[in-house]
């Protein structure tokens, strides 16, 4: 590369932040921007809003390059730009329905400063038919430029998203004619990819077919692990013989525990299930899928009534806040309705999460905080474990049991040696692996 190409970035919490520092790292000159003046504050100074592993060192090295920058204005992602990532996080409303009222804002923003000749990749999620929305309010407040827009489904995972970013596992976009094609696969030539071109619509589909794909994989092997938790078999050993048939492969998602949550897969999920009611289409699977799920997450309240009836005044210590491990964000996490269940039936929640973001924090008291994991399990009538932050794996167990007032500890992800536990004097209950209560 000759040149150095300009791109610019708009929106900017965890994919928009990671490909930004990645572009830069890359070679590209990176005008990254959202309206967050928060977040800009501390981007500029190279501190990221998220965590993310390495993601901070990768932001000062593209500040001191001087390839990084940001900005507030969102605009100034378009002037003189021709290479546009439109990376906004969508927001889901409380039913996982996507809320594109920040999208079209911002669209509508940017589109009187944009530049002849730009071609627009569109990652953030959207329901089919969008992408094909967000060019007509363009060309209705821009009618002088010629532009074209295509769409990526991004496959962002927390913890993993630098390297994920740099080395896509699904290298795929789509536009709808041959000059936004070629331009965008210029964009993407600096990331280690095969890139796969498909139409507009096709681009945006298979991102919501693959999650409700993953969806259907993920509610399966919890009501397997049910099952075989009645039962008194290993739901774990039956995944790894399914996992030697070709037809079910390798890294199935068949891990009995709690179920998905966090807006991602059940936002594609709801985005399939809508398309179906706009054309009067059932959708049966994917609805007994959706109502699956939506219980999945009672087998703790479940276990818990199962061993100390009543909840009233039953203080229960939960280690594990944020939506997964590798994140800071609680945004739709397990663990919120977790505890809001359990406060419902009266129990008392003291909570510990090593990574939550603590001003995000502040808006939730149902439950009381403790930076200590220790301190939040004194005098604990039950320990229940849902973030498998690996953090957990390194407690002191038998330092923890002696600050409980009794013995019980839910394992929601079987990240712990069970039997060595039990050994211990633990009561201890995990998700599909033949240990009913």
Not at 4 to 17: A, E, F, K, S, Y
Request: proline share 4%.
């Amino acid at each position: 590369m000759t040149d150095t190409r300009h791109v610019g970035v708009i929106g900017l919490w965890h994919q928009g932040i990671v490909a930004a520092a990645c572009l830069a790292e890359r070679g590209y000159d990176v005008m990254a921007t959202d309206i967050n003046a928060e977040t800009i504050s501390r981007l500029n100074e190279g501190q990221s809003p998220i965590h993310e592993p390495g993601l901070d060192d990768l932001l000062q090295k593209g500040l001191a390059s001087g390839r990084l920058h940001f900005s507030v204005d969102l605009a100034d992602a378009v002037r003189g730009r021709n290479d546009i990532f439109f990376m906004y996080d969508t927001p889901v409303d409380e039913h996982d329905q996507s809320d594109l009222t920040c999208i079209y804002d911002a669209v509508r923003w940017i589109a009187p400063h944009m530049t002849h000749d730009t071609a627009m990749l569109i990652t953030a999620q959207v329901p089919v038919g969008t992408c094909e929305s967000i060019a007509a309010v363009i060309r209705e407040t821009n009618p002088h430029i010629h532009f074209g827009v295509a769409y990526s489904p991004e496959n962002l995972r927390l913890g993993m998203a630098i390297e994920r970013f740099l080395k896509p596992p699904l290298p795929v976009y789509g536009a709808d004619d041959e000059w936004t094609l070629n331009r965008v696969g210029d964009m993407l030539s600096v990331l280690d990819a095969d890139w796969k071109r498909v139409s507009l619509k096709t681009a945006e589909m298979s991102k919501h077919a693959l999650n409700a794909f993953l969806a259907t994989t993920v509610t399966f092997g919890n009501e397997l692990g049910n099952i075989c938790d009645m039962e008194g078999v290993n739901a774990q050993e039956v995944a790894k013989v399914l996992r030697m048939e070709e037809r079910v492969g390798p890294k199935a998602m068949l891990f009995p525990g709690l179920g998905f949550s966090g807006g991602t897969l059940a936002r594609d999920m709801q985005t399939l299930r809508g398309i179906g009611d706009r054309h009067n289409l059932e959708t049966r699977m994917l609805d007994g899928i959706w109502e699956a799920n939506k219980h999945q997450n009672d087998f703790v309240l479940r276990k818990l009534k199962a061993v100390f009836g009543d909840l009233r005044n039953v203080h229960i210590a939960v280690l594990g806040l944020t939506y997964k491990p590798g994140t800071s964000t609680l945004r739709r996490s397990a663990s919120l309705e977790i505890i809001h269940a359990l406060v419902s039936e009266g129990a008392i929640v003291w909570a510990h999460d090593p990574k939550a973001d603590r001003r995000e924090l502040e808006q939730y008291t149902e439950f009381d905080f403790y930076e200590d994991p220790y301190e939040a399990v004194i005098d604990a009538c039950a320990v229940v474990i849902i973030t498998g932050w690996p953090e957990y794996r390194e407690l002191d167990f038998e330092r923890m049991k002696k600050a409980m007032e009794n013995n019980v500890l839910i394992d929601c992800n079987n990240m712990l040696d069970g039997d060595a536990l039990i050994r211990m004097g633990y009561r201890y209950l995990d998700v599909g692996r033949g240990r009913a209560c």
